[in-house]
């Protein structure tokens, strides 16, 4: 009995540990967003909401801002169009090894070093003619987002039943209607849920960004460059800012699927 206590709390102790190496910096960022001092060092002297001022009455971060903004609704509209299309043409498909073959393709993305596909984009867009700028990073964004809408997308669809859908057509209704009224109304959840987190991995997208977004900035791109000559609090506000946006949508990407699968 007292073994069993003492390895549970050397578990807890191991859990807790583990969490605290991963938010220590994140925690530590939020809290120098809210000091009086300009200087990064402690103990903190007060506490003042003037750096996300600063931050937002600076041009240049409302400018990267409405980018990084820009950038993540149009990797989750399309991400999430591409990738529930995809997976619901795959899921249809008879052949085992081919479906299984094309999963394995479509998530190849997901495993590739990003410096790798960044430099692949420009090269393409280079030889294709297509000037650096926020199309350009759209698209990198969409590559990297489409295989995480593909994964979760599939996970939704191995539960769907494809015999509703057979038994709509023998009752007579047209293939929009069938989408309308069956299939749409048992993958929205789930298209919705991978949307966000599409989102989500745009708005924190740096390596592609750098390489395709030429003379934009986006929110990661501005944090880069601002770093290079010291760290200000503002960069602390704007990045808490970009933390808790990152937050919000992984935690409506779960709660919305959870409630699906539900």
């Known amino acids: ?26 925690a530590v960022i939020v809290i120098f967003s809210f000091t009086t001092s300009p200087r ?10 003037a750096w996300y001022h600063n931050a937002f009455a600076n041009p240049l971060i409302t400018a990267a801002l409405a980018n990084s ?6 990797s989750a509209v399309a991400a999430g169009l591409l990738g529930a299309a995809f ?8 052949q085992l090894r081919l479906r299984r073959a094309l999963l394995a393709l479509s998530l190849l993305p997901a495993v590739m070093p990003l410096l790798v596909i960044g430099i692949a984009l420009a090269v393409v867009f280079h030889a294709l003619g297509l000037a650096q700028g926020l199309r350009n990073a759209a698209i990198g964004h969409i590559l990297v987002s489409l295989p ?12 769907f039943d494809f015999a509703t859908l057979e038994a709509a057509r023998d ?19 789930a298209i919705v849920g991978a949307a966000l987190l599409a989102a989500a991995l745009s708005l924190d997208e740096f390596v592609v960004t750098w ?3 030429g003379n934009e900035q986006s929110i990661p791109v501005l944090v880069w460059g601002l770093m290079r000559r010291g ?14 946006l990152l937050v919000c949508l992984v935690f409506l990407s779960n709660f919305i699927g959870r409630r699906n699968s539900t």
């Open 1 to 26: 009995m007292v073994s069993a206590a003492r390895s549970t709390l050397v578990a807890k102790g191991f859990v807790a540990l583990v969490l605290l190496y991963l938010y220590a910096p994140v």
């Open 40 to 49: 990064l060092s402690m103990p903190i002297e007060g506490l003042t909401f």
């Open 69 to 74: 903004l820009i950038l993540a609704g149009v």
């Open 87 to 94: 997976a619901f043409g795959v899921m249809k498909l008879t």
């Open 148 to 159: 995480f809408v593909v994964l979760t997308m599939n996970a939704r669809l191995e539960t």
């Open 171 to 189: 009752l007579g209704a047209s293939p929009f209607q069938t989408f309308r009224d069956i299939t749409f109304p048992q993958i929205r959840s």
């Open 211 to 213: 390489f395709n977004i």
């Open 231 to 244: 760290v200000d609090p503002s960069i602390n506000a704007l990045a808490s800012v970009l933390f808790a």
